[in-house]
């Protein structure tokens, strides 16, 4: 991989990272019905995620399984609970099944396809993406093609790639992912003044990060705005003074 899109790359990893829903929209009970008791459990499953508290998510998890094993959150929500703890093995096979039972939802859809570019099956992924994206139903898809453009630029397809992020931001003009992923891949390409200015309306329209802060550093310094620069990297500092990034910043290992 050349080393402009290797650092695109790396930028874009946490992006798709970000971009799993919870659980496709559950297809058991009938619009307005009372969940089913599986939904309940995937519910629950959810909650105690979110809570990082994984051993009872994915006891709750298995329990929606046993009680409707053809309900695809409850395969989605037990295919992220087996990724965090990398079981990628059983993660894949959770994923696909969901797709298998919902094979037009775009949310079984897009995580299916976020998970299969984070190995590096990009052809099948971005098949996964086009899918969802034609999800009449699908309340975001601003996320599959988010995810879509990240996933192409991961595969070296800088031109496909920006024409997806920019379709997000159509969508959703302050997309975070997007702009965040827009930003670094202007940066690799080296047009640092696009790049601070998707950095700088991802910075005002979401919470900063440590990876957003670190881009915003380098691009300043590129541009040769010590002061601007200076001013990120307080912020880094102060805001996570213990993450990677900030290390980095310091000279540190992380």
């Not at 087996?82 to 298998?100: F, L, M």
């Not at 070296?156 to 931001?169: I, M, P, T, V």
């Not at 202007?186 to 200015?197: I, T, V, Y």
């Amino acid at each position: 991989m050349r080393p402009e899109l290797r650092a695109a790359a790396l930028c874009l990893a946490g992006v798709l990272a970000a971009c799993a829903a919870p659980a496709p929209r559950s297809t058991a009970s009938a619009p307005g019905a009372a969940p089913s008791a599986a939904e309940v459990q995937v519910g629950l499953a959810q909650g105690y995620l979110r809570q990082g508290r994984l051993d009872i998510a994915m006891d709750r998890a298995n329990r929606a399984l046993a009680l409707d094993p053809r309900l695809p959150a409850a395969h989605t929500v037990a295919a992220i609970i087996y990724q965090r703890v990398g079981d990628d093995e059983s993660a894949g096979r959770h994923y696909a099944r969901a797709v298998e039972l919902a094979p037009r939802n775009g949310d079984a859809l897009n995580n299916h396809g976020v998970f299969l570019c984070g190995r590096q099956d990009f052809e099948r992924a971005d098949a996964l993406f086009d899918r969802a994206i034609k999800d009449p139903f699908y309340r975001t898809p601003a996320v599959a093609l988010a995810n879509r453009g990240s996933c192409a630029v991961k595969a070296g397809r800088l031109e496909d790639g920006e024409r997806w992020l920019r379709a997000a931001l159509e969508l959703e003009p302050e997309h975070a992912d997007a702009l965040f992923a827009l930003a670094g891949l202007h940066q690799a390409r080296g047009d640092d003044l696009r790049a601070r200015a998707f950095v700088e309306r991802y910075l005002a329209s979401a919470p900063a990060s440590p990876e957003a802060l670190s881009l915003a550093i380098g691009i300043e310094e590129r541009l040769g705005n010590r002061r601007a620069a200076d001013e990120y990297r307080t912020r880094l500092r102060r805001e996570f003074p213990d993450s990677a990034a900030a290390a980095r910043e310091d000279g540190r290992r992380p």
